[in-house]
């Protein structure tokens, strides 16, 4: 394959974690497990919302392989388990940052 190409299957992999990082309350999540490990009730304090709306959008960033969870007990504990979106967040931080400085 040529330098530059991707193949289907990851253009459509690609497409499926932008999709799921690519909503404001999803962002605030990763933003806030960053590289540790949140157990969902602080996830809920907060991002001041109701534990429905918290575990829909914990369960898309799941499926899209974004996030990893581990239940212990009655409680389940999330972290990021692909940091390269954490990694992408930051640089789109930082060129904002660059643009309002101007």
Do not use: W
Request: positive net charge; hydrophobic residues 45%; glycine residues 8%.
């Amino acid at each position: 394959m040529k330098k530059g190409t991707m193949s289907p299957a990851a253009v459509l992999f690609q497409a499926g974690v932008v999709r799921a990082v690519g909503h404001p309350l999803r962002i605030q999540m990763l933003m806030y497990i960053g590289g540790k490990e949140r157990q969902v009730s602080e996830i809920i304090e907060y991002l001041h919302t109701n534990a429905a709306n918290v575990s829909r959008h914990l369960g898309i960033l799941r499926r899209a392989g974004v996030l990893a969870a581990r239940k212990r007990g009655r409680c389940v504990y999330y972290r990021v388990a692909m940091s390269s979106v954490l990694e992408f967040l930051d640089s789109l931080g930082k060129t904002l940052d660059r643009k309002m400085s101007r």
